[in-house]
């Protein structure tokens, strides 16, 4: 099973921007797709977005055209840039990995994604 380390998050005013990173320690990065989710308190688990091996991307609505996710496979590492944020992103981010035989995952099936880890606060607020 890949061990993910999510990084990147931190406290930002409405508007700016924050890069969250996501190390992992697979062998062979390249044979999984990468997700974002995040989790605001007393809200359920929400997909942000996905990179599948092939660079092919897929978005929440909520983020579309202001977040963007990408991967390094050299650096074993997914990134998702946040630009433009809001308060209602506020929320406790995590990354997630699916080893990808054929087709793209479905995203918002996250029983089929791996263990969680702590993930990273991100905090948009004045």
């Known amino acids: 099973q890949v061990r993910l380390v999510e990084s990147g998050g931190g406290l930002v005013q409405p508007g700016g921007s924050l890069r969250l990173s996501c190390a992992a320690s697979?062998?062979?990065?390249?044979?999984?797709?990468m997700g974002w989710f995040r989790q605001a308190p007393g809200k359920e688990r929400e997909f942000v977005a996905g990179?599948?091996?092939?660079?092919?991307?897929d978005y929440g609505e909520s983020v579309k055209g202001r977040f963007t996710i990408s991967r390094d496979n050299a650096k074993n590492t997914a990134y998702l840039q946040m630009d433009s944020l809001k308060p209602e992103d506020t929320a406790v981010y995590y990354c997630?990995?699916?080893?990808?035989?054929?087709?793209?995952?479905?995203?918002?099936?996250?029983?089929?994604?791996?263990?969680w880890g702590q993930g990273t606060q991100v905090t948009v607020s004045s």
């Open positions: 990179i599948t091996r092939g660079d092919t991307t």
């Open positions: 697979a062998s062979i990065f390249g044979l999984y797709a």
């Open positions: 997630n990995a699916r080893v990808q035989l054929t087709f793209a995952p479905k995203w918002t099936d996250f029983d089929d994604f791996g263990s």
